[in-house]
């Protein structure tokens, strides 16, 4: 089975313009996140519209595709990528996450030995300990999954609900997981998903993966417990840097 990782990448950004090529460590994000992603797929492409992301890409020995300024997302970006590759599945890698787990990549190609996998993605089991209100925060997106392993639902609110419980014995009555937003795709799928109008479900949570659940695709679950650190804004980056002087 041939995989393709594809990182989108946009310079335009509400809350940190031109992130891609923020500098961290002495090279730009949009490098330090193809280089891990390489050591772990060799066809590693950044997908970009914007010509000075594609010539920090080719500067540095990456390969960089340009693509439609238009794409409603990231998702839309990889397919764009997907109609011309050869590979069996496809990799959606954050570009702003520059510390990336590769465990969590493999665990994601992992899924693709059951031929029923259609789509791939990654959760955390939420930890007790850091509270109700952490769980209760509408910016951690929550799952549950069935027997099989298979996502049944994401949402902002808190699931499973539990009856007849005080909420606030909930997080010792059910076990709760947080997702993690790295998917994978087989081609033909991904290239399917890109022409699916945005959903009711979609529309009500802001969380595209319902788009999919509700037109009948199934997502595949892997678990990890690695941390994930993204970097949304100039003070991220600050914090990035203190990490990774911690990392020498």
């Not at 992603?37 to 990456?62: E, N, Y």
Request: glycine share 6%; charged share 25%; hydrophobic share 40%.
């Amino acid at each position: 089975m041939k995989f393709q990782a594809v990182i989108p990448a946009r310079y335009a950004s509400t809350r940190f313009p031109g992130k891609p090529l923020a500098v961290l460590g002495g090279k730009t994000m949009i490098q330090r996140v193809w280089e891990r992603v390489s050591d772990v797929i060799a066809d590693a492409v950044v997908a970009t519209d914007d010509l000075r992301i594609a010539d920090a890409v080719k500067s540095f020995g990456g390969r960089a595709v340009m693509t439609s300024e238009n794409h409603r997302s990231g998702t839309d970006r990889c397919a764009e990528v997907a109609s011309g590759s050869d590979a069996d599945v496809i990799i959606n890698i954050q570009g702003d996450e520059p510390f990336i787990d590769l465990e969590q990549i493999k665990a994601v190609m992992d899924c693709f030995s059951d031929p029923h996998t259609q789509i791939a993605t990654l959760v955390r089991q939420f930890d007790p300990a850091a509270g109700f209100e952490a769980l209760f925060d509408p910016n951690l997106v929550k799952v549950v999954i069935d027997d099989n392993g298979f996502a049944m639902y994401f949402s902002r609110s808190i699931i499973p609900y539990v009856r007849g419980v005080e909420w606030q014995n909930w997080l010792d009555s059910a076990t709760y997981y947080s997702h993690i937003g790295l998917y994978a795709y087989r081609r033909d799928v991904l290239l399917e998903l890109a022409r699916l109008p945005q959903s009711s479900l979609e529309k009500a949570e802001s969380l595209e993966q319902l788009r999919w659940l509700q037109n009948g695709y199934r997502i595949k679950v892997a678990q990890s417990d690695s941390p994930t650190i993204g970097i949304d804004t100039p003070e991220d980056l600050e914090a990035a840097e203190k990490y990774l002087d911690t990392l020498k």
